[in-house]
Every structure is written in C-alpha cells, then in structure tokens.
C-alpha cells in the first residue's frame, strides 16, 4: 500500500491544522493505521492511530487536543489537530501495517508541521 500524507504547514501556536493520510487501497485491508511524528531532536512517537482491534491509541502529550479519524470511503485517516504548542513541531508521518499474509509496514513521506509561539 502507498500513502500519501499532506495538510502540513506553519500554524501559531494555539491554532488548528489538519492532516491527511490517503491510502492507495481499502484502509478495510490495513490492520493498523496512524500517525508518528519526529520533532527536531527528539525520537520518533506514536501520536495517534487505530488498531485492528477497533481501539484508538493517543499519546498523552496530545489526548483532549487531536483527533483521529477515518473515512472509508475515501480511503484517508485525518489527524485533526487543535491547541497546538511549539512542542507539536515535526514531522509527522503516516504509516500503516497489515498484517497478512506476512506483516509489513508502510511509511508515507511525512509532512511537516511548524508550530510558531
């Protein structure tokens, strides 16, 4: 599967920005999918993403401020972002794992977000 991200930008802090994950294929075909983000010297972390069990997983640096959403029929995850801080700042990146016939995992390109103080 390939995934094209995009909604990135610069945003003042305590602004909104929203992003888009599109998948090449049925998101009914992918077992997890969500999003990471790496900020300037920091490592890689989960931000947000669905499972295949059907749960939904924040970080608790971002619960109550982004949402995660999915729409089926265009094959996208949204990650709404609101009250966002200087510390939101990276890029984010799509990613998505199936898990059969073997597990793979899928990174789009990232898109990057700026958040300005």
């Known amino acids: 599967v390939q995934l094209q991200a995009s909604g990135g930008g610069l945003v003042q802090a305590g602004g909104s920005l929203r992003l888009s994950c599109a998948a090449s294929?049925?998101?009914?075909?992918?077992?997890?999918m969500g999003w990471y983000r790496q900020g300037p010297g920091k490592e890689r972390e989960l931000v947000a993403g669905?499972?295949?069990?059907?749960?939904?997983n924040y970080a608790d640096s971002v619960k109550g401020r982004f949402t995660i959403s999915r729409d089926n029929a265009k094959n996208t995850v949204y990650l709404q972002m609101s009250s966002v801080k200087p510390e939101d700042t990276g890029v984010y990146l799509c990613y998505a794992i199936i898990v059969n016939p073997v597990t793979s995992y899928h990174w789009g390109q990232g898109t990057q977000v700026t958040v300005s103080s």
């Open positions: 669905f499972t295949s069990a059907g749960s939904t």
């Open positions: 294929e049925s998101i009914f075909s992918i077992d997890d």
